[in-house]
């Protein structure tokens, strides 16, 4: 074997397998932020399917250098450079698209390409234009073997030359391999001692909940009993501000006070933000965050989310935390089947053909993807709820964030559904944690928070894979930004609207002023909005 071979064999390995695992290593460290970072396994079955191509390809150069005649061997060669050329700028678009995506978060994703370069994607990634492609390039080699010399050669040099990449690529691996472990999540505490509170405050964020959707301009077939039943007992508000568009900056404002508008993430997966694009990058202290309030005033607190990493950035300030990542935000090596409960053969094996045939998983995999993060996360609020240890629980639900997973009529989750069968999941599951806060011993002394981080954000979704002709009725393509928030209180039973404009941020002040026994009643809420934005003052309202 020649030496240089070596070099192309490894470069090979290298470019196929780089999109899926390239996300890992991008500035910012986004990828790493939104993971459990349990990697082992992963980067272990990754440089172990990485070496199983290597070898492949070593074994197949060697097979057509020996045994096949100088014109046969030029026409696979050249339908080979051609094919790798073809992969090579695949991986620069999806690499191009990922390092877009994670340098320019707040860039609005349903803006469409235009239609001459959407035209050219189509042609590119089109079946039929690589195969004419390659045939081409083939048939070229057949009838004039020297005319595809030089486009070979210099194929063969850029994939030898690509694999000098691992030179900085493998260390990283090995890092994140080796170092990074994951923080087991704090369930059950046995503290010995009781709350210093009298009473307890569960607040349950739904993700992408749409006050318009909900109360609004409800749908009348769209039957949402529970969130009719909480407004008809809660003050409301009905004019939130969202702070952001993004829960990822959205949920760190609320919960420390300070506006977060873009974000990223250090070797470790610890959040960094900044407030403004001039602002220095800054990092987030779970000491200045509401938890901290709750504990300087005796409360415990406890955490069941998903997306954002709770248990990573509040470790110090709970007592109780169980997060899950979301789907969208796992590195594509995990997409394509890779996981850290198996084995590194195990992943190997499913990413060798993945690498080599760019098989990705379909909409089914993603949504019993959802379907699994959700009905753990439903399942740990509810031992959330029930243990009396923790005296200020905040519960972040999946939900009705798309794509759909429910369907309404037949109340079961599946690989279907739309936004507005998540509103209808989203009542359900609110309908039940309202009971499972019934059944606890503090049930009379326990205020309910609801709320969502932000609206449905139809801009980002409409003209999506997942957009259907339902939500395209329903939406009329307005957008409404506003989120939901509604305060219930022990013993409330009359509704209050609260119509002046209030920013999202505002929520953040009132729920510290009620870990601080500040706000007690309704009353209590409307004097310190009123004090807030004395020039629209609080009013109550007829139930919807």
Not at 52 to 66: D, E, K, P, S, W
Not at 237 to 243: A, G, L, R, V
Not at 353 to 365: A, E, I, K, N, Q
Request: hydrophobic fraction near 45%.
């Amino acid at each position: 074997m020649k030496p240089r071979w070596f070099l192309e064999a490894a470069g090979l390995a290298l470019l196929v397998s780089f999109p899926y695992f390239a996300q890992l290593l991008f500035p910012g460290y986004i990828a790493l932020y939104h993971h459990h970072l349990n990697f082992l396994s992963l980067i272990g079955g990754l440089l172990l399917a990485m070496l199983i191509i290597f070898g492949l390809t070593l074994l197949v150069m060697t097979y057509f250098h020996v045994r096949w005649a100088p014109r046969p061997r030029a026409v696979v060669a050249a339908g080979f450079a051609a094919l790798v050329l073809l992969r090579a700028v695949d991986c620069v678009i999806v690499l191009v698209n990922q390092w877009n995506s994670n340098l320019n978060p707040e860039v609005n994703e349903a803006i469409s390409a235009p239609a001459v370069l959407q035209v050219a994607s189509h042609i590119w990634f089109g079946p039929y234009f690589r195969v004419l492609f390659i045939g081409c390039l083939a048939l070229l080699a057949m009838w004039k073997p020297a005319a595809t010399q030089p486009f070979v050669r210099a194929i063969r040099t850029s994939i030898a030359g690509f694999s000098f990449c691992l030179l900085w690529v493998l260390p990283q691996l090995f890092y994140l391999a080796i170092a990074l472990r994951p923080i087991p999540p704090l369930k059950d505490p046995h503290l010995g001692t009781a709350s210093a509170t009298s009473h307890r405050i569960v607040w349950i964020l739904f993700d992408e909940l749409s006050y318009d959707q909900v109360y609004d301009h409800r749908q009348k077939e769209l039957a949402l009993p529970n969130f009719q039943e909480l407004h008809r007992e809660s003050a409301s508000f009905t004019n939130i501000d969202p702070s952001g568009f993004f829960t990822d900056r959205i949920v760190p404002s609320l919960i420390s006070g300070r506006r977060v508008s873009n974000i990223r993430s250090d070797w470790h997966g610890r959040l960094l933000y900044q407030s403004s694009p001039q602002d220095r990058w800054s990092a987030f202290d779970a000491r200045h965050t509401l938890f901290e309030d709750a504990e300087t005033a005796g409360w415990k607190s406890g955490v069941v989310g998903w997306y954002n990493p709770y248990c990573r950035i509040l470790q110090s300030v709970l007592v109780s935390c169980s997060w899950e990542p979301a789907q969208t935000e796992r590195p594509p090596i995990e997409l394509a089947g890779a996981s850290e409960e198996k084995s590194f053969l195990s992943n190997a094996v499913t990413l060798v053909p993945v690498f080599l045939f760019s098989r990705m998983p379909g909409r089914v995999d993603r949504i019993g993807a959802r379907i699994s993060t959700f009905s753990e996360g439903l399942s740990h609020a509810q031992d959330l709820i029930r243990n009396g240890d923790v005296d200020f629980a905040f519960i972040h639900l999946p939900i009705p964030h798309p794509p759909g997973f429910y369907d309404r009529k037949a109340r079961k989750l599946c690989a279907c559904g739309n936004y507005l069968d998540n509103l209808v999941l989203a009542d359900d599951t609110l309908g039940l944690l309202e009971k499972t806060i019934d059944q606890t011993p503090s049930a009379n002394q326990t205020t309910l928070i609801v709320s969502s981080d932000h609206s449905w954000r139809i801009p980002l979704w409409r003209g999506g894979d997942d957009w259907t002709p339902e939500e395209e009725a329903v939406s009329g393509g307005r957008f409404d930004t506003r989120p939901v928030f509604l305060v219930h209180f022990p013993g409330q039973t009359a509704p209050f609207d609260i119509a002046g404009p209030t920013p999202e941020m505002t929520e953040h002040d009132i729920i510290a002023a009620m870990l601080q026994n500040k706000i007690k009643s309704p009353q209590d809420l409307l004097a310190f909005v009123h004090a807030q934005q004395p020039q629209s003052p609080p009013t109550a309202a007829a139930p919807h």
